[in-house]
């Protein structure tokens, strides 16, 4: 008798497949039945017509796709791209040269500055909003401030305007940017950046030459996360714009409480969500791209 | 290179400041005496006194953590579960299924908030806070997702293998083995959807039945009904509040 | 003096409360290979990155061609590091990479073009030049990085570890190509490694270095055959040693009462100019000079020590064995395995080691 021979009868061997499936199971049923489904329903909805109070009319219909082509909403979404598409730009203005400065900071500073990164990330968005409201109005902390230091005499009109929009889209989304390019800057191997100054590298040469190329998924990637936030913005400007400061989020939120027009906020909930994945196709497309260029087996 | 030019100082420096001093100067005025809000007229806790009396407010705040404790509790029960479905799934499926589960996280507020609206009257159910719950529940589903099988990556695989190996069951290998080690990460990641949930506006906005009002709603209307100073006290509050939240879930994950 | 290509003096370099360079000075002649030997912590990294610029001293001062690099950062020096990582940029191919350097000195695109293809030759990669880093194996990426400093035509060349990536079997003929390259563009290279035997095959000259210091300059054959002091005689090869008292000192000659070993055999040395007779001293052989003879030799005359033999082991080219003399004294010998395999002389019998008096080298003990 082999003193080795177990005693324990012969253990399943766990099924990782079909455990798998049981345990995404229920999470995935939710995200399908609370996530997915919806979405379809409003493509759906998207086709149908409004009904004389509003409401649904199972009716087949492209009409709401062809209100899109009306000017006014042309504008607007024009206006979206172009503020999400500032918001973008000035983010990365701003976050490239804050990410480089704490990626080389000793590790303790470091991950001190990005706690408070991370913490304002999370902290409520609608009072980071409010703290610019608070600031700018008219009879707010800058006026008044300015005003008591008798630099201006009558308050400047800075809220209920797009730059104070871009304004709120840049402070609410830096930390988006920041973190992702704090990450793709850390991880370059210091030995690249001495490597091109030995070999006569000036600042400018350095930046152009290595480091963005070499942060450029970070940098695709924090625009990623700035752009498709701010597109769909709705707080900010319903809160920090004026009548003119329009954008799709508000749109949408008009067709469908004010106006009570849902196949027409569907359709425009749809043409949203379009940009939304194609820059995310392109995102990804950019990401599969790098790595072939580079040869990495 | 441990020396860092002045312009680049500089500009952290600037940085950062823009990032906290808004919410630093909101914090500062909650505590201003005079009524309108903009000049400084002594200190005062007046205006943390009125939040505390408002009737309103309270039931809001109430709901607000009713709401995140029921929406984390589900995102948990049902996260972890799928984060580790996930990692233990192969093949050519698994590319979709990662996009389904993610979903939420990429789609811009406003299309959850609508999509959920109209997935609700569709089927007829009756907006409440349990719609909110749910809808808390949906969008904040990848955030415990993601920091899970991030820490389940870490994991050694053989863990697994020596337990198995070793004469444990399924049920035994995950309570003496992966659940401590995962046990971190899945209360930073509690801690991070419960404060989602508390902070969120958009989706509830769409998705709350009469009555069902929460906190950022309710900020919300008396930014819009003209501003008291009130709004400085609860501000104050809530980001203190999220802060301290948020802080200690990163504070937990580093250990 | 030869025309200098590089000059240390006193060198002085702090990592907190450590000196981790003291006061070095050396002086590197144009077209020289040059190596900085000693095992890490030696200082070497330190010297090495002084050069290049990525560290300031904390005294002293490094001249090349006779110009003081006091406040010149890295990227204004004619001097170029090859990493020990190689440090490519992974974003740019084998040509873009070698480029880099003329691209930022703003050269004609002309000549560029010309100087890396000459160079991409010169390291026989040619038919790599499209490449991206990633594509290429170790050895081949070494080579790129080495095409990447030379095409500067820079006053020196810093090589940090050049081989210790490499395979064994990459690393001889890679020796042999570096030497060879260096001597067709005839620049000065400064090379660091912790490897002895590299070093002395590679190099016109060498410095040992232990904690900051400068052991020994010199040749390669100056520094085995003649080591200056201990630390060099243990690291730059394997010493067998004797302590005891010099005496009889005359002309370059001396006799060695010998301290930890009993022996009524004599043992005579020559004495370098300066020491004198009384002086504690300790004699070195290296392993190879030493005769092994089975049995205890009658009539050896000087230096002859026997003992017994403990450990004997094949290693293909030789046989390595270590023989103890007396109660403690122990010595390492080299047999050559000329027999096909068969052991010189069995473990525990005696022998007796038979050495020139020239090859014994004395060392005073300070």
Same mark, same amino acid.
């Given at each position: 008798?082999?003193?080795?021979?177990?005693?324990?009868?012969?253990?399943?061997?766990?099924?990782?497949?079909?455990?798998?499936?049981?345990?995404?199971?229920?999470?995935?049923?939710?995200?399908?039945?609370?996530?997915?489904?919806?979405?379809?329903?409003?493509?759906?909805?998207?086709?149908?017509?409004?009904?004389?109070?509003?409401?649904?009319?199972?009716?087949?219909?492209?009409?709401?796709?062809?209100?899109?082509?009306?000017?006014?909403?042309?504008?607007?979404?024009?206006?979206?791209?172009?503020?999400?598409?500032?918001?973008?730009?000035?983010?990365?203005?701003?976050?490239?040269?804050?990410?480089?400065?704490?990626?080389?900071?000793?590790?303790?500073?470091?991950?001190?500055?990005?706690?408070?990164?991370?913490?304002?990330?999370?902290?409520?968005?609608?009072?980071?909003?409010?703290?610019?409201?608070?600031?700018? $109005?008219?009879?707010? @902390?800058?006026?008044?401030?300015? /005003?008591? *230091?008798? !630099? &201006?005499?009558?308050?400047?009109? %800075?809220? #209920?305007?797009?730059?104070?929009?871009?304004?709120?889209?840049?402070?609410?989304?830096?930390?988006?940017?920041?973190?992702?390019?704090?990450?793709?800057?850390?991880?370059?191997?210091?030995?690249?950046?001495?490597?091109?100054?030995?070999?006569?590298?000036?600042?400018?040469?350095?930046?152009?030459?290595?480091?963005?190329?070499?942060?450029?998924?970070?940098?695709?990637?924090?625009?990623?996360?700035?752009?498709?936030?701010?597109?769909?913005?709705?707080?900010?400007?319903?809160?920090?714009?004026?009548?003119?400061?329009?954008?799709?989020?508000?749109?949408?939120?008009?067709?469908?409480?004010?106006? $009570?027009?849902?196949? @027409?906020?569907?359709?425009?909930? /749809?043409? *949203?969500? !379009? &940009?939304?994945?194609?820059?995310? %196709?392109? #995102?990804?497309?950019?990401?599969?791209?790098?790595?072939?260029?580079?040869?990495?087996? | 290179?441990?020396?860092?030019?002045?312009?680049?100082?500089?500009?952290?420096?600037?940085?950062?400041?823009?990032?906290?001093?808004?919410?630093?100067?909101?914090?500062?005025?909650?505590?201003?005496?005079?009524?309108?809000?903009?000049?400084?007229?002594?200190?005062?806790?007046?205006?943390?006194?009125?939040?505390?009396?408002?009737?309103?407010?309270?039931?809001?705040?109430?709901?607000?953590?009713?709401?995140?404790?029921?929406?984390?509790?589900?995102?948990?029960?049902?996260?972890?579960?799928?984060?580790?479905?996930?990692?233990?799934?192969?093949?050519?499926?698994?590319?979709?299924?990662?996009?389904?589960?993610?979903?939420?996280?990429?789609?811009?507020?406003?299309?959850?908030?609508?999509?959920?609206?109209?997935?609700?009257?569709?089927?007829?159910?009756?907006?409440?806070?349990?719609?909110?719950?749910?809808?808390?529940?949906?969008?904040?589903?990848?955030?415990?997702?993601?920091?899970?099988?991030?820490?389940?990556?870490?994991?050694?695989?053989?863990?697994?293998?020596?337990?198995?190996?070793?004469?444990?069951?399924?049920?035994?290998?995950?309570?003496?083995?992966?659940?401590?080690?995962?046990?971190?990460?899945?209360?930073?990641?509690?801690?991070?959807?419960?404060?989602?949930?508390?902070?969120?506006?958009?989706?509830?906005?769409?998705?709350?039945?009469?009555?069902?009002?929460?906190?950022?709603?309710?900020?919300?209307?008396?930014?819009?009904?003209?501003?008291?100073?009130?709004?400085?006290?609860?501000?104050?509050?809530?980001?203190?509040?999220?802060?301290?939240?948020?802080?200690?879930?990163?504070?937990?994950?580093?250990? | 003096?030869?025309?200098?290509?590089?000059?240390?003096?006193?060198?002085?370099?702090?990592?907190?409360?450590?000196?981790?360079?003291?006061?070095?000075?050396?002086?590197?002649?144009?077209?020289?290979?040059?190596?900085?030997?000693?095992?890490?912590?030696?200082?070497?990294?330190?010297?090495?990155?002084?050069?290049?610029?990525?560290?300031?001293?904390?005294?002293?001062?490094?001249?090349?061609?006779?110009?003081?690099?006091?406040?010149?950062?890295?990227?204004?020096?004619?001097?170029?590091?090859?990493?020990?990582?190689?440090?490519?940029?992974?974003?740019?191919?084998?040509?873009?990479?070698?480029?880099?350097?003329?691209?930022?000195?703003?050269?004609?695109?002309?000549?560029?073009?010309?100087?890396?293809?000459?160079?991409?030759?010169?390291?026989?990669?040619?038919?790599?030049?499209?490449?991206?880093?990633?594509?290429?194996?170790?050895?081949?990426?070494?080579?790129?990085?080495?095409?990447?400093?030379?095409?500067?035509?820079?006053?020196?060349?810093?090589?940090?570890?050049?081989?210790?990536?490499?395979?064994?079997?990459?690393?001889?003929?890679?020796?042999?190509?570096?030497?060879?390259?260096?001597?067709?563009?005839?620049?000065?290279?400064?090379?660091?490694?912790?490897?002895?035997?590299?070093?002395?095959?590679?190099?016109?000259?060498?410095?040992?270095?232990?904690?900051?210091?400068?052991?020994?300059?010199?040749?390669?054959?100056?520094?085995?055959?003649?080591?200056?002091?201990?630390?060099?005689?243990?690291?730059?090869?394997?010493?067998?040693?004797?302590?005891?008292?010099?005496?009889?000192?005359?002309?370059?000659?001396?006799?060695?009462?010998?301290?930890?070993?009993?022996?009524?055999?004599?043992?005579?040395?020559?004495?370098?100019?300066?020491?004198?007779?009384?002086?504690?001293?300790?004699?070195?052989?290296?392993?190879?000079?030493?005769?092994?003879?089975?049995?205890?030799?009658?009539?050896?005359?000087?230096?002859?020590?026997?003992?017994?033999?403990?450990?004997?082991?094949?290693?293909?080219?030789?046989?390595?064995?270590?023989?103890?003399?007396?109660?403690?004294?122990?010595?390492?010998?080299?047999?050559?395995?000329?027999?096909?395999?068969?052991?010189?002389?069995?473990?525990?019998?005696?022998?007796?080691?038979?050495?020139?008096?020239?090859?014994?080298?004395?060392?005073?003990?300070?």
């Amino acid at each position: 008798m082999n003193p080795w021979s177990s005693s324990k009868e012969a253990v399943a061997a766990p099924c990782s497949r079909c455990g798998g499936w049981r345990l995404l199971g229920p999470g995935l049923l939710w995200t399908v039945l609370f996530c997915l489904l919806p979405i379809l329903v409003v493509l759906a909805v998207s086709f149908a017509t409004r009904g004389t109070y509003g409401g649904v009319l199972w009716e087949f219909s492209l009409e709401n796709y062809r209100d899109l082509l009306h000017p006014l909403y042309g504008r607007i979404f024009g206006q979206s791209l172009l503020l999400a598409g500032m918001t973008t730009g000035i983010c990365l203005a701003l976050g490239f040269p804050l990410a480089y400065y704490i990626a080389r900071l000793p590790p303790r500073r470091q991950a001190l500055l990005l706690i408070f990164i991370m913490i304002l990330f999370w902290t409520n968005f609608l009072v980071r909003t409010y703290a610019w409201i608070f600031i700018l $109005r008219t009879e707010g @902390l800058l006026n008044t401030a300015l /005003m008591q *230091l008798h !630099l &201006i005499s009558t308050p400047l009109d %800075l809220l #209920y305007s797009n730059q104070a929009v871009l304004l709120g889209l840049v402070y609410g989304y830096l930390p988006f940017m920041v973190l992702p390019l704090y990450a793709a800057i850390e991880r370059i191997d210091p030995a690249l950046i001495e490597a091109a100054w030995d070999l006569y590298a000036d600042r400018w040469s350095l930046f152009r030459r290595v480091l963005i190329p070499l942060t450029k998924p970070g940098i695709i990637a924090g625009c990623v996360l700035v752009f498709i936030p701010s597109l769909g913005a709705f707080l900010t400007p319903d809160l920090l714009g004026g009548a003119r400061s329009m954008m799709v989020g508000n749109l949408i939120q008009h067709e469908y409480l004010v106006a $009570r027009d849902w196949p @027409l906020g569907s359709a425009l909930s /749809m043409l *949203l969500m !379009l &940009i939304v994945m194609g820059s995310l %196709l392109g #995102y990804f497309n950019a990401q599969s791209r790098q790595a072939g260029e580079r040869g990495e087996r | 290179m441990r020396k860092q030019g002045l312009w680049l100082q500089g500009m952290s420096g600037l940085g950062m400041a823009f990032l906290y001093l808004p919410i630093i100067v909101l914090v500062v005025f909650s505590f201003n005496a005079s009524r309108l809000s903009a000049t400084w007229q002594g200190f005062s806790w007046h205006w943390y006194g009125v939040l505390w009396h408002d009737e309103a407010l309270l039931a809001a705040a109430a709901n607000s953590l009713w709401v995140a404790v029921l929406s984390t509790s589900l995102v948990v029960l049902l996260g972890v579960p799928a984060a580790m479905g996930l990692e233990r799934l192969r093949g050519r499926g698994k590319q979709v299924l990662d996009t389904i589960m993610l979903l939420p996280l990429v789609l811009p507020e406003v299309m959850m908030g609508v999509a959920l609206l109209l997935f609700f009257v569709m089927i007829q159910w009756p907006l409440s806070l349990a719609t909110v719950v749910i809808g808390h529940a949906a969008f904040n589903l990848p955030v415990v997702i993601v920091m899970v099988r991030a820490r389940l990556q870490k994991l050694d695989p053989r863990l697994e293998e020596a337990a198995s190996d070793l004469g444990a069951s399924a049920w035994q290998t995950f309570y003496r083995v992966t659940w401590p080690l995962v046990r971190p990460a899945v209360l930073g990641a509690a801690l991070l959807a419960f404060t989602i949930s508390l902070d969120d506006f958009i989706v509830t906005f769409f998705v709350a039945g009469p009555g069902a009002t929460t906190l950022p709603l309710k900020v919300y209307s008396m930014i819009k009904s003209g501003l008291s100073p009130e709004i400085n006290a609860l501000s104050s509050v809530l980001v203190l509040a999220s802060m301290g939240l948020v802080g200690l879930s990163l504070v937990h994950q580093r250990r | 003096m030869a025309d200098l290509s590089i000059d240390i003096r006193a060198l002085v370099k702090r990592h907190g409360a450590t000196l981790a360079v003291d006061h070095v000075s050396l002086q590197i002649s144009r077209g020289e290979f040059f190596s900085l030997l000693g095992p890490s912590g030696a200082g070497k990294t330190s010297l090495l990155r002084m050069l290049a610029g990525f560290e300031t001293p904390d005294a002293g001062d490094i001249l090349i061609d006779g110009r003081s690099m006091a406040g010149v950062p890295p990227n204004r020096r004619p001097v170029n590091l090859v990493f020990q990582s190689y440090a490519l940029f992974p974003h740019m191919s084998v040509t873009q990479n070698v480029a880099f350097g003329l691209e930022m000195k703003r050269l004609p695109q002309g000549e560029i073009v010309e100087r890396v293809s000459a160079t991409l030759e010169l390291v026989r990669l040619s038919d790599k030049r499209d490449r991206m880093p990633g594509q290429l194996s170790g050895g081949e990426q070494q080579r790129v990085a080495l095409a990447r400093a030379l095409v500067n035509r820079p006053a020196v060349v810093l090589l940090d570890e050049p081989l210790a990536a490499l395979d064994q079997q990459l690393r001889q003929p890679m020796q042999t190509e570096l030497k060879t390259i260096q001597a067709q563009v005839g620049l000065t290279f400064v090379c660091v490694t912790h490897h002895q035997e590299e070093a002395l095959a590679l190099s016109d000259r060498l410095a040992v270095m232990q904690q900051g210091r400068v052991m020994q300059v010199g040749r390669p054959e100056d520094l085995y055959e003649r080591p200056e002091n201990l630390f060099v005689a243990r690291f730059v090869g394997v010493s067998n040693e004797v302590r005891g008292t010099l005496t009889d000192v005359d002309a370059g000659e001396g006799t060695l009462l010998p301290g930890d070993v009993s022996s009524s055999r004599v043992i005579r040395v020559s004495v370098p100019a300066g020491l004198h007779s009384g002086l504690q001293v300790v004699m070195t052989v290296r392993p190879e000079r030493i005769r092994i003879t089975p049995g205890h030799v009658a009539d050896g005359g000087a230096n002859c020590l026997y003992g017994v033999v403990e450990t004997m082991r094949y290693i293909g080219s030789e046989w390595q064995g270590v023989v103890r003399i007396g109660e403690s004294l122990r010595w390492t010998i080299h047999a050559s395995n000329t027999a096909a395999g068969s052991r010189p002389v069995p473990v525990g019998a005696p022998v007796s080691l038979q050495w020139k008096s020239d090859d014994g080298v004395v060392i005073p003990l300070t």
